[in-house]
């Protein structure tokens, strides 16, 4: 029967987070179909990478190394996954939602004529009728994604092409190891069979970290905080937890004006107005300028000491009590209820 | 000096950013018909990057390219406004229901008709469908390179393009070799705003069917000024498969639609107790506004 793939994304020689996670999710369902999970690696210098893939219960384990096969560029990685799922016909096909797997997936998709489902929060295995046809799938793969801005969530499926493909995005997926001493099969690559000196057309020229320029316009989630906050110090549980839920750190003019956080993320009247799907306000008062930036957001949590406090009036979920206290929380029982 | 030939791939698209409290029906779901219809904002980006050709080399043109139903002509008339030189809307029954992959097959189709292109660039994502997918579909399906993420195309010199990506974690800048297909991220700078003399210029612009609509009196226009027609193409013009087109031509299939209820007005109070503090991030997490 066929197998359930999982792309794995390398990282500065290290398999990537988002991978692990995939892996976890693959076992599972390949366990589900009754099929062999497998794996494709592509990089250099990847001997010995099986050890960090073989425990999530990885039968085979396909490696392509060759120097020029890292960094990560879209040509020959299409190229060899595309050879290879030719030749192994997995019936499901796993990549990350990452910056890597949005690049390769769809130019994958493309080649083999398959269907390509983007960001998946949930991947479930059911049947399908299909009446106008009078036709029933068994076990396809649900492929459960928002769209439309996050207004929507969508079930995809993938009748009739193969593989049924899908990205995720990293921290969706519970990544747990299934047994340390799981041993699967390795099978390299004679990467010159897979590749042509055509895949290598692209130059890269630089590669470094940087860090992204502050952009709370485009955030669906704003963790903004106000003079309440209290300090430079405390503004880094905002940032915690704006990391946790994918979101973008705000601010007061208050809090801007003491120096907790710069000013290019001011939210208000002489800031930047804001419309988020959650708006999060920790220790902001809620005068009529800040709000004139923010009071379109879709949904405004308030977590304020004072119980009368302005911002109240607006939001949705008024929480009474101490930044400092409530913060790590959130991020507790988000952790908690997440994977 | 010649300049380029840039086409910029361009979708309308509801404005999903703008769910705000006044844009939600009575059950708590999004009544779409109030949002308006806007320029893909990415879309704008890939707009700029081009025109930032064409101020470096003169004889550079611009063709706006999207793909939606009629009333799509307004993205073409506002990228004329902007400095695109034409565009063309490709339009048809026949593409209803595309998915991505049948999406880039029209597009594809379209590009190897038209011809003449050195640098494709898209949006990275469009805000609706919100796959970033059709970029590289486009590409795979012209054979030719893609650069994804990009923030800014640094330099053409010598058949080469030099373009800067900016990744979750960092930055890239490689070069490759036109033609390709450049998808651009919202980190790059903004669109320039309309300029006063293009908007006299094209305020006419107008697809073969928006004539046929308006029945006005600047008819004599068109044949005067060549510039004003927006190409109009259907299946016909790209020569496709109807295989591969529409609900027939796509892989993936909608099979169930849900709408995300976001909570009505009237605040909760709750406390900081673990409690409430688990079951308000449990609420957040069913109405998919986190996780
Ligand atoms: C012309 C003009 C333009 C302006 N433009 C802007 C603008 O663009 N943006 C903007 O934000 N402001 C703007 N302001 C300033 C605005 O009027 C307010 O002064 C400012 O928004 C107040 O910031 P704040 O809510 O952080 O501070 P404060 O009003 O001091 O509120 C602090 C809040 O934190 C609460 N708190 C204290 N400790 C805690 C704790 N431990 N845990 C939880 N809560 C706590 C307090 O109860 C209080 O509600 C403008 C003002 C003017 C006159
Ligand atoms: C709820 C829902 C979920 C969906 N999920 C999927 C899915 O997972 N997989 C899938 O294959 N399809 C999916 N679709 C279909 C998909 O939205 C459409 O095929 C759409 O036409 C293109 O995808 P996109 O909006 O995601 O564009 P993207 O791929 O995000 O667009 C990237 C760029 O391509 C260019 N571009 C895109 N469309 C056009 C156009 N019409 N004209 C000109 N340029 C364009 C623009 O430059 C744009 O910025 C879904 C549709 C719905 C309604």
Known sequence: MNSVFVYI?????????????????????????????EAIAIGYKLDG???DIFPYGVDILHIADDKRLAPYTTL?????????????KPQIALMGASSVGRDLGPRVSSALHSGLTADCTSLVIGDHEDKKADKVYENLLYQIRPAFGGNIIATIINPDCRPQMATVREGVMKKEILDPAYKGKINKLDVSKYTTDLDFVVEMIERHMEKSKVNIKGAGIIVAGGYGVGSKENFNLLFELAEVLGGEVGASRAAVDSGYVSHDRQIGQTGTTVRPKLYIACGISGQIQHRAGMEESAQII?????????????????????VAEILPKMIKFYKANTK | MKGYKIIVLAKQV????????????????????????????????????ALRIKDQFPGTTITLLTMGPGRAAEIIREGLFRGADDGILLTDRAFAGSDTLATSYAIAQTLKKHGNYDIIIAGRQAIDGDTAQVGPQVAEKLGIPQITYAEEIQAIEKGKVTVKRRLE??????KCPMPLVVTVNSSAPDCRARNAKLIMKYKHAKTI?????????YLHLYSDRPYLTIKEWTVQNIEADMNE?????????????????????GAKVITSSDEDMDQLMRELIESHTIG
Do not use: C, W
């Open chain 2, 245 to 265: 087109l529409g609900l027939t031509g796509s892989p993936t299939k909608v099979k169930k639609v849900d709408n995300v209820v976001l909570q009505s007005k």
């Open chain 1, 76 to 88: 020959p990685h299409t190229s060899i996954v595309v050879k290879l799922f030719q030749e192994e």
């Open chain 2, 169 to 174: 974690r960092g930055v890239e800048v490689v």
């Open chain 2, 209 to 217: 069917s928006e004539m046929q609509e308006a029945n006005d009196d």
């Open chain 1, 302 to 322: 308030a977590i304020n000491t004072d119980p009368e406090a302005p911002i109240n009036s607006i939001a949705d979920y008024v929480i009474t009590g101490d």
């Open chain 1, 49 to 51: 990478i099986e050890k």
């Open chain 2, 14 to 49: 509801p404005d999903t950013r703008n769910v705000g409290k006044d844009a939600m029906k009575a059950d708590g779901t999004v009544n779409r018909a109030a949002l308006p219809a806007i320029f893909n904002p990415e879309d704008l980006n890939a707009l700029e990057q």
């Open chain 1, 9 to 37: 994304e390398i990282e500065d020689g290290q398999v990537a987070e988002v991978s692990m996670e995939l892996l976890t999710k693959g076992r599972a369902l390949a366990t589900e179909l009754k099929v062999k999970l």
